[in-house]
T-cell receptor
Framework: GAGVSQSPSNKVTEKGKDVELRCDPI?????LYWYRQSLGQGLEFLIY????????KSGLPSDRFSAERTGGSVSTLTIQRTQQEDSAVYLC????????????FGSGTRLTVV | AQSVSQHNHHVILSEAASLELGCNYS??????LFWYVQYPGQHLQLLLK??????LVKGIKGFEAEFIKSKFSFNLRKPSVQWSDTAEYFC???????????FGTGTRLQVTL
């Protein structure tokens, strides 16, 4: 597609439920990133995929968070047993190659845990 | 690990005023520097970027930024802001050996008529 597509755009879930957030990157972009944007917190790095390399999971805040990228394209971020502090906008971005091109961001998924 | 500081959290300017948003990073090696903008209700967009060469970088919509290596800074400037520049601005850095961008906490710019 023309841009990075994320779904759903909004998700309200009850505390303790699992959620899946989807990201469809720009075709041909080998690098894919997940960030979390909380009010007043800026953008917090979560996880990074580059081609067939092992993902950089160093930003995942707990083992309730996981992500996968199938076939080098679509990625799913899963949050298990959601907590209220997980409420945030989850942003996905992709790039041709990580280093020098900057990212193209999606519009994000606003997750609200009630 | 690198970090990015944006000291101005909220800036209010009148139209036609000049803008300078501060960005400092901490990393001793080679860096790539970026400014992103997020207009209300829209996704993050790249404003400008610096890799090497001329430390004065020009971006879209009349924005520019200057890389001062000795000060570890990459401040964003615009000579005359418009109401449509109202947005949140994020500075970001990555290094020559790491791909992921580290972002500052952002500066919210409000331009009044």
């Amino acid at each position: 597609g023309a841009g990075v597509s994320q779904s759903p755009s909004n998700k309200v879930t009850e505390k303790g439920k699992d959620v899946e957030l989807r990201c469809d990157p720009i075709s041909g972009h080998t690098a894919l990133y997940w960030y979390r944007q909380s009010l007043g917190q800026g953008l917090e790095f979560l996880i990074y995929f580059q081609g067939n390399s092992a993902p950089d999971k160093s930003g995942l805040p707990s083992d309730r968070f996981s992500a996968e990228r199938t076939g080098g394209s679509v990625s799913t971020l899963t949050i298990q047993r959601t907590q209220q502090e997980d409420s945030a906008v989850y942003l996905c971005a992709s790039s041709l190659s990580g280093d020098r091109y900057g990212y193209t961001f999606g519009s994000g998924t606003r997750l609200t845990v009630v | 690990a690198q970090s990015v500081s944006q000291h101005n959290h909220h800036v209010i300017l009148s139209e036609a005023a000049s803008l300078e948003l501060g960005c400092n990073y901490s990393y001793g090696g080679t860096v790539n520097l970026f400014w992103y903008v997020q207009y209300p209700g829209q996704h993050l967009q790249l404003l400008l970027k610096y890799f090497s060469g001329d430390p004065l970088v020009k971006g879209i919509k009349g924005f520019e930024a200057e890389f001062i290596k000795s000060k570890f800074s990459f401040n964003l400037r615009k000579p005359s802001v418009q109401w449509s520049d109202t947005a949140e601005y994020f500075c970001a850095v990555n290094t020559g050996t790491a791909s992921k961008l580290t972002f500052g906490t952002g500066t919210r710019l409000q331009v009044t008529l």
